[in-house]
């Protein structure tokens, strides 16, 4: 249900950018910087650096989309995908963002069911997972089951995901179900 | 599914029904060549059309998905915040 529930949820909350080289890692008092994750890999191996450290890593407030329900709370990250706004996009492109014509890009218009007064697109690329202590206040919108639906089988394809055996499955499942009621039925 | 094309007449070979894979097997039975009809062969490969294996979408995204990414990225996709929507988060 993505009326009241996360599931669906468009929210505020503070998302980190990816870690990439160069590393910037709080090391004492001062930041230390390593070229590439190989340099850091050996910086451990030589025990210079403790597998586990502190970076320096941009992030930023902005609206996520929340793919997931936690209903009993036993699992305080969730799955989510960044919106990314249109403003800075030439006219043409943003147009076809806006006609639903990009397949990664699903479009959310400035409305009060989004909670958002830009124009915003759900981006397939860029998904995150948020922390529940980084979500700011209460959600700010939802979109709907349809809408959710369609995100999550462009998702599948947008990361590879391989779920032809689950299909299969469901297929046999489904001609199984057919087969049962039409020896129920009578002729 | 690649396809090499033989002419009949330059090798002999049983003729398989529809329905019927025809396995020719060399040691310990192991199968060296399987034979099927032309009706089952186009099957397969509209099976292969429908559950083959899948191209990285990568190689599908367009411009489009690509300068919206990375515009998202760099954090560089809004001109400015949108403060209405994040006063509704807070006040809520």
């Keep these: 249900v993505t009326s009241g529930g996360l599931r669906g949820a468009i929210v505020w909350a503070v998302t980190p950018y990816v870690a990439e080289a160069p590393f910037r890692i709080l090391a004492g008092t001062g930041v230390t910087t390593y070229s590439s994750a190989r340099e850091l890999g050996m910086a451990v191996r030589r025990g210079e650096l403790p597998a586990e450290q502190t970076h320096l890593v941009r992030s930023k407030l902005r609206p996520v989309l929340l793919l997931q329900d936690r209903p009993v709370r036993t699992l305080p990250e969730f799955s989510g995908l960044r919106l990314v706004r249109l403003d800075a996009l030439e006219r043409t492109r943003r147009e076809r963002v806006r006609r639903q014509e990009e397949p990664s890009l699903f479009f959310l218009q400035a409305s009060r069911e989004h909670g958002l007064s830009k124009d915003n697109a759900v981006d397939l690329n860029a998904l995150v997972r948020i922390h529940e202590s980084a979500i700011v206040g209460t959600p700010v919108g939802h979109i709907s089951e349809s809408e959710l639906r369609t995100i999550g089988e462009r998702l599948i394809r947008h990361l590879d995901l391989d779920v032809t055996r689950l299909v299969e499955r469901r297929l046999v499942e489904l001609r199984q179900r057919l087969m049962e009621r039409r020896s129920e039925d009578p002729p | ?92």
């Excluded at chain 2, 089952?40 to 083959?52: H, P, S, T």
């Excluded at chain 2, 990414?69 to 807070?90: F, I, K, M, T």
């Design chain 2, 1 to 92: 599914m690649r396809e090499r094309a033989i002419k009949a007449a330059e090798v002999r070979l049983p003729a398989p029904v529809a329905g019927e894979a025809i396995l020719v097997t060399k040691h310990a039975n192991r199968v060296k060549v399987v034979l099927l009809h032309p009706d089952d062969y186009e099957r397969l490969g509209r099976l292969l059309d429908l559950f083959g294996e899948e191209q990285p979408f990568e190689l599908q995204l367009t411009e489009t998905a690509l300068a919206a990414h990375r515009l998202g990225e760099a954090g560089e996709d809004a001109h400015e915040l949108d403060l209405e929507s994040l006063e509704r988060a807070l006040s809520g």
